[in-house]
């Protein structure tokens, strides 16, 4: 019960994801190759949603769902990070014809190759969370 709201939250997240058609692969193909705007638009909306939903936070002082506040700290701005980290994980969107989020709407769709996608990206986080120490951040 502690979850469903994540759950039903889950639920809306990949009917939107289906119904814009953002977990298409061949959507994704075509932003890659520039041939049409639609994924443009959808990451563009979720870009100024995101810039709108932080502005609110901040302004506001919101708390989590467990009452506690939200905190965002000032990272280093340095070049080579983001394009590392852009061009890995851009590589693997690429590769893969998935980022996070539609992988799961791509498996409840009956794309059963994207469960090995899924676990790597699983296996992925591990590595990360492991080696996060020994990374420049």
């Not at 709201?5 to 889950?10: A, N, S, V």
């Not at 936070?57 to 852009?86: A, H, M, Q, W």
């Amino acid at each position: 019960m502690k979850f469903l709201k994540f759950l039903i939250l889950g639920i809306i997240f990949g009917i939107v994801m289906a119904k814009s058609e953002a977990f298409s692969w061949y959507r994704i193909q075509e932003m890659f190759r520039f041939q049409a705007f639609h994924m443009y638009g959808i990451i563009g909306t979720a870009v100024i949603l995101g810039v709108l939903g932080v502005f609110l936070i901040k302004k506001f002082n919101l708390k989590d769902f467990y009452g506690n506040p939200i905190t965002f700290y000032p990272k280093e701005k340095s070049i080579v990070r983001y394009l590392v980290g852009g061009t890995i994980f851009g590589l693997g969107w690429a590769l893969s014809g998935a980022c996070p989020g539609p992988m799961v709407v791509n498996i409840g769709y009956g794309y059963l190759g994207m469960i090995v996608v899924f676990f790597f990206a699983i296996v992925g986080t591990y590595l990360y969370g492991y080696f996060k120490d020994r990374l420049p951040h």
